[in-house]
């Protein structure tokens, strides 16, 4: 791994290369976020699975490849991360397809305040960065940047539980809990991280909730 200085600079020439992308990703999802809460419909859910497509697309190739390139230091890790995100991009834009996956709030209980709580976080990671006294140019912004779109997408995949891609899923908690903890939040201090973490495990309960209900029916024809 990289030092935290060489890893936070890598962060700043991208925002600074991409400026101002950030700012439309970051508006679309507010947009759409606001929009699941107000009228969930399949329309909306084809609208975010076309915004997720293309924000695991671009931190696949701009981030990973392009301008975030030396973020794994000597490692392939980088190539690694890219064809997970890429992967990912092409599976939501398949499910554009196949209309598997329909995006809804919990309609009551712990889960529907859970899910809202976990995504005003989400849209909070810039507002977190300043509290903890990052400068703009360090911002880690949803959409733009793999954390938080890692987290907004787990977060909105288990609103589709139990029609969901399993691989989509799978592929997203590998990439928020093994790594998060010590590497983004303990090593580079990207405490805002512990959103995605967070995230990543409540994901993992309704995954493992999900399975066993579904499990259920065979156990009792058996």
Known sequence: MIPREE???IIETYSA????TQVVF???VILLCGWLLLRPSRIQ???TKLYLSAAFLWNGIAFYLVFGRDIAGGSYGNYFFASIFIIISLLF???LVRQKMQFSLPPTGCRRYATLSFMLLVLCYPLFGIAFGHPLSRLIIPGAFPCPTTALGLLLLATA???VDKIIYVLLLFCAIPFTPFVQILKYGVYEDTILFAIGIYSLVLLLKSWKAESK???TDG
Do not use: G, K, N, T
Request: with cysteine; proline share 14%; hydrophobic share 45%.
């Open 26 to 28: 970051y508006l679309a």
């Open 7 to 9: 890893w936070l600079s």
């Open 93 to 95: 834009a398949v499910d």
């Open 17 to 20: 290369r991409i400026w101002p």
């Open 217 to 219: 029916p065979c156990e």
């Open 45 to 47: 859910s084809e609208f």
């Open 161 to 163: 539980l139990p029609q």
